[in-house]
């Protein structure tokens, strides 16, 4: 798709060389019918050159590519303008470009504003100091312990931070057949607790869905945005905050030391399950960790709001264990599921698998 866009933008170029040729009488140029002049002629000029080079830098993924198609899509709108009859249905592929253009500049600017939120939260995790003990865990459920000597996280210093990358296959509604595939990255401070999720997705050649949650100071926030140009979601409340929380207490799978954070509560139910409860500021929120034989958590579980509507109710909300992977020592899921258990059925929408995961 690359290619075709990069060659559709050299084309739509090398076709303003006629209205140039015709401005300075350099070619007989039939097909145009109206009257171009040599400064009419020059805009032409100024578009084709603006649109090649537009259509290279596309096709490198260099980012200077947004300014030149915007230009050349002005300049072409101007230039056409004056020879309309001839070049009126060139408008639109001007029009088409120019959004492009926007909505990649949009795009550009949302990552750079991921980017600062990450590098603020990251700023505020502690310096590791000491490590998990024995001690530390004693008062923990017996199936809490095991697993964390299984993850390999007693005897190691706290995790302070967790970056990865992850691919992502999403339903966006109940019922939907196929999957969407998406790439995600996600940085979380355990100390803080924050994370900040952002992800990308391709719904076809022309509509582009980014997005970001975050939980920062016990408020989370969700911005969905359609072509980095439209608000699709943009929710914040009482029902995000405790949703985001709770996200963040079942992704302790990933950041083992934060079962024994001042922030977590644990209570144990029976041999291979124990309940957990997350108090951030004014936020508390509880799930339920279930392990097998070996200790591995296999599944986590809470009654979670599914939405942020007035009047939405909690639905239960399972996050299960697909694969575990060696990172730098530690057991840790690689590959996850999650569904949610609505009145009319099982709705699986989310499969995960991290592709780098890097601690400090």
Known sequence: MRTLISIALIIHGCIHLLGFLKGFNLARIETIKSGISPILGLFWFGAFAAFVIAGIAYLFEGGVWRLFAA?????????TAYAWNDAKFGMMLN??????????????????????????????????TGVVSETAIQELPQPVQKWLRRSGIVGRPPIRSVRMKQKVLMKMNPGEKDWRLAEAEQLTVPDKPAFIWNVRL???PFIQ????????????????????????VN????????????????EMVWYPSFAVSPYVTWEAIDGSSASATLTVGDVACSGVFHFNEDGDV???SAMRYKDNRPGAGRY????????????????????????????EGDWTWLNLEVINMQFK
């Open 71 to 79: 230009s050349g899509a002005v300049i072409s709108m101007v230039a």
């Open 95 to 128: 029009l088409i470009f120019l959004i492009m253009a926007a909505a990649s500049f949009s795009t550009h600017r949302f990552q750079r504003k991921v980017e600062a939120e990450k590098k603020e939260i990251l700023s505020q995790a502690l310096p590791a």
């Open 209 to 232: 869905v980014v997005g970001r949650d975050r939980f920062v100071n016990g408020q989370g926030a969700m911005l969905i945005k359609l072509n980095s140009l439209i608000n699709a």
């Open 316 to 343: 239960e909300w399972i996050v299960e264990t697909i694969e575990y992977a060696a990172v730098d020592g530690l057991k840790i899921p690689s590959k996850l599921k999650a569904t949610w258990k609505l009145p």
């Open 202 to 204: 391709e719904l076809n």
């Open 298 to 300: 296999v599944k986590f």
């Open 235 to 250: 929710a914040k409340g009482d029902k995000i905050d405790e949703g985001s929380a709770q996200r963040f207490l079942g």
